[in-house]
């Protein structure tokens, strides 16, 4: 089956530490993306990268961090300086040939600070 | 200041009803439109894509419309079913962003009630 996959599901962080997301896809795809969701609010860019090596800061960069070693992954580290974490986080992906190119997203994981 | 705003915020339809969803855009200009189905704690599942060209595109029992001078959209839903409650996000990416950068409505929340 192709398509881009998230984990884990639901994640808990304590207090001052870091956590990784995991975001895969299989679909061939060169961009990826990483988006916040909160209620009430529309989906927020976080980082995105068009090729691998390669990644550039959205409009929420601050106290997150990625890498872009492979095509097929992109993860996302939320890190220790990220005020408000508890979120529901989504990765997408799409081709870059083209702007009518549909984007495909994860099922999203869901980040609680306990 | 690019804006998608989307009404109303919560919608509650009796099953087997029609009912439409709005989606006004400050985006200018931009290079396409979207409509997107977000099931609760799920990503968002695209429905319809338009340019700034089109003025209507169908998926089943889903029909977007697009008034490029008013800056309006429109997702009709025909004959409601349960499985039509979930969030309904309009999404529009700006022409020259480079990034194909999209802005998030806030999106609609239907319940369709049995």
């Known amino acids: 089956d192709g398509g881009i996959t998230q984990s884990p599901k639901y994640l808990f962080r304590k207090e001052g530490q870091n956590v990784t997301l995991s975001c895969e896809q299989n679909?061939?795809?060169?961009?990826m993306y990483w988006y916040r969701q909160d209620p009430g609010q529309g989906l927020r860019l976080i980082y995105y990268?068009?090729?691998?090596?390669?990644?550039q800061k959205g409009d929420i960069a601050e106290g997150y961090s990625v890498s872009r070693e492979k095509k097929e992954s992109f993860p996302l580290t939320v890190t220790s300086a990220q005020k408000n974490p508890t979120a529901f986080y989504l990765c997408?992906?799409?081709?870059?040939?083209?702007?009518?190119?549909?984007?495909?997203f994860g099922q999203g994981t869901r980040l609680t600070v306990v | 200041k690019n804006q998608v705003e989307q009404s109303p915020q919560s919608l509650i339809i009796l099953e087997g009803k029609n009912c439409t969803l709005q989606?006004?855009?400050?985006?200018?200009?931009?290079?396409?439109l979207r409509w997107y189905k977000q099931d609760t704690g799920r990503g968002p599942v695209s429905l319809t894509i338009?340019?700034?060209?089109?003025n209507t595109k169908s998926n089943g029992r889903y029909t977007a419309t697009l008034d490029a001078d008013t800056k309006q959209s429109s997702l009709h839903i025909t004959a409601s079913q349960l499985s039509d409650s979930a969030s309904y996000i309009c999404?529009?990416?700006?022409?020259?962003?480079?990034?194909?950068?999209?802005?998030f409505g806030t999106g609609t929340r239907l319940k369709v009630l049995a």
């Open positions: 997408a992906s799409r081709h870059t040939e083209g702007w009518y190119t549909e984007a495909f």
């Open positions: 679909l061939n795809h060169d961009a």
């Open positions: 990268s068009q090729i691998v090596n390669d990644f």
């Open positions: 989606c006004n855009y400050t985006v200018s200009p931009f290079s396409n």
């Open positions: 338009m340019t700034f060209s089109e």
């Open positions: 999404v529009v990416s700006p022409i020259g962003s480079g990034t194909y950068k999209y802005i």
